[in-house]
């Protein structure tokens, strides 16, 4: 199994709302990414997982929650987000770290009304 | 901090012309892996290079790591309807803290 499942598929949510995003996988991997991208813009890196442990937090506003449940699991809890927040959220897996490539799911579509 | 530059943005061309798309660091890069998006898809990983004036092939696609390892390209011969997508190059930090991408390629053709 090489696949990176990710659900909700499409998501809207007004401001004042809490929605949770998530990501599954089962190939092993211990590195985990969540990645925001705009329309025509490369994937921006958010948060990345080693061991079930948050390594990396780009400087994400504390309305993105991230939290990784097991080793095969990564949710994105969101919050009081803003229409700018609109975008691509792609979830991406690795054996880690970074240097390795990285499997992508599909992305959830969200967008903040 | 690490840059990837990516050039053309866009690039159109007649089915079974060459495609290329080259990426630049001012830095040394610890390695490059290339992308390639389809629209309305998400990321899929075609390669990784790490060795200088590495080269790969795979089918209709040729990588290259420059001798210097600042820059890579992606050659694409005979293109074909299906290469349609955005193609990114990436690179990940000597720390591992983060993966770079560049502003990728987008590559449409015409039948």
């Known amino acids: 199994d090489t696949e990176v499942t990710q659900t909700p598929k499409h998501l809207v949510m007004g401001m004042t709302n809490k929605k949770s995003l998530k990501c599954e996988q089962h190939m092993g991997h211990r590195a985990m990414y969540w990645y925001k991208q705009k329309a025509k813009k490369p994937p921006e890196l958010m948060f990345v997982y080693s061991y079930e442990k948050l390594s990396i937090n780009e400087s994400v506003p504390s309305r993105f929650s991230p939290e990784c449940p097991n080793s095969s699991l990564l949710n994105l809890h969101l919050h009081a987000l803003q229409p700018e927040d609109s975008a691509l959220y792609l979830c991406a897996s690795n054996r880690g770290p970074l240097a390795y490539e990285q499997y992508f799911g599909p992305g959830t579509r969200l967008t903040v009304t | 901090g690490q840059q990837v530059m990516q050039i053309p943005q866009y690039q159109h061309v007649q089915e079974g012309e060459d495609f290329t798309t080259y990426c630049n660091s001012s830095?040394?890069?610890?390695?490059i892996q290339w992308y390639k998006q389809r629209p309305g898809g998400h990321p899929v990983f075609l390669i990784q290079?790490?060795?200088?004036?590495e080269v790969k092939k795979q089918k209709r696609l040729t990588f290259q790591f420059g001798e210097a390892k600042k820059n890579s390209s992606l050659h694409i011969t005979a293109t074909q309807t299906t290469d349609v997508g955005t193609y990114f190059c990436?690179?990940?930090?000597?720390?591992?803290?983060?993966?770079?991408f560049g502003k990728g390629t987008t590559l449409s053709v015409s039948s």
């Open positions: 990436a690179s990940s930090t000597w720390a591992g803290t983060a993966l770079i």
């Open positions: 830095t040394t890069l610890s390695n």
């Open positions: 290079l790490v060795k200088s004036g």
